[in-house]
T-cell receptor, first 114, second 113 residues
Framework: SQQGEEDPQALSIQEGENATMNCSYK?????LQWYRQNSGRGLVHLIL?????REKHSGRLRVTLDTSKKSSSLLITASRAADTASYFC??????????????FGKGTKLSVIP | KAGVTQTPRYLIKTRGQQVTLSCSPI?????VSWYQQTPGQGLQFLFE???????NKGNFPGRFSGRQFSNSRSEMNVSTLELGDSALYLC????????????FGDGTRLSIL
């Protein structure tokens, strides 16, 4: 079953605006990762945030993690048309035997209008 | 470094057939994971191989199997194909430790007629 649940399912904004996507999960995690997927392509890793971290930045991306609320958010600032894609959060927990399985949510479909 | 390569990119099969998909990981990566992506179920974990051993398996029937070779290349096989197996199959590689991201290929789009 999906552990991560993104909110909203779809988001449409104007170029230059900020986009915020949220992710909630159910069990304890080692880390949480955000990925982007353009239509018909594979997933591209954006940011990994460990369970003992609260905030992380990468360029125009800012990710927060609140383990007490079991939630994370991804903020994309000054959005561009090229940011149009689906965004997924994935939680990682120790599934035994040293294996660290990614469990994905269903994603947020972001449309950035030029 | 070259990225993760999956072949073929597109495949059309009929019910009852079997199929083999291939994945070449990033050089030096020892872990290869497979995922199935469908509009209804989203991204679901199939299995993970590390140094030729299956380390973890998702909740899929035994018709789905895989293997990993000594050069870390991996294949997955689906036997007795069903219409519901139509999906994008994604392979991801990583060095295999917990706080390391996975790197995905562009997938194989499998269509079952």
């Amino acid at each position: 079953s999906q552990q991560g649940e993104e909110d909203p399912q779809a988001l449409s904004i104007q170029e230059g605006e900020n986009a915020t996507m949220n992710c909630s999960y159910k069990t304890s995690i080692n880390n949480l990762q955000w990925y982007r997927q353009n239509s018909g392509r594979g997933l591209v890793h954006l940011i990994l945030i460990r369970s003992n971290e609260r905030e992380k930045h990468s360029g125009r991306l800012r990710v927060t993690l609140d383990t007490s609320k079991k939630s994370s958010s991804l903020l994309i600032t000054a959005s561009r048309a090229a940011d149009t894609a689906s965004y997924f959060c994935a939680t990682v927990f120790n599934s035994g035997a040293g294996s660290y399985q990614l469990t994905f949510g269903k994603g947020t479909k972001l449309s950035v209008i030029p | 470094k070259a990225g993760v390569t999956q072949t073929p990119r597109y495949l059309i099969k009929t019910r009852g057939q079997q199929v083999t998909l291939s994945c070449s990981p990033i050089s030096g990566h020892r872990s290869v994971s497979w995922y199935q992506q469908t509009p209804g179920q989203g991204l679901q974990f199939l299995f993970e191989y590390f140094s030729e051993t299956q380390r973890n398996k998702g909740n899929f029937p035994g018709r789905f199997s895989g293997r990993q070779f000594s050069n870390s290349r991996s294949e997955m096989n689906v036997s007795t194909l069903e219409l519901g197996d139509s999906a994008l199959y994604l392979c991801a590689s990583s060095p295999g430790q917990v706080n390391q991201p996975q790197h995905f290929g562009d997938g194989t789009r499998l269509s079952i007629l």
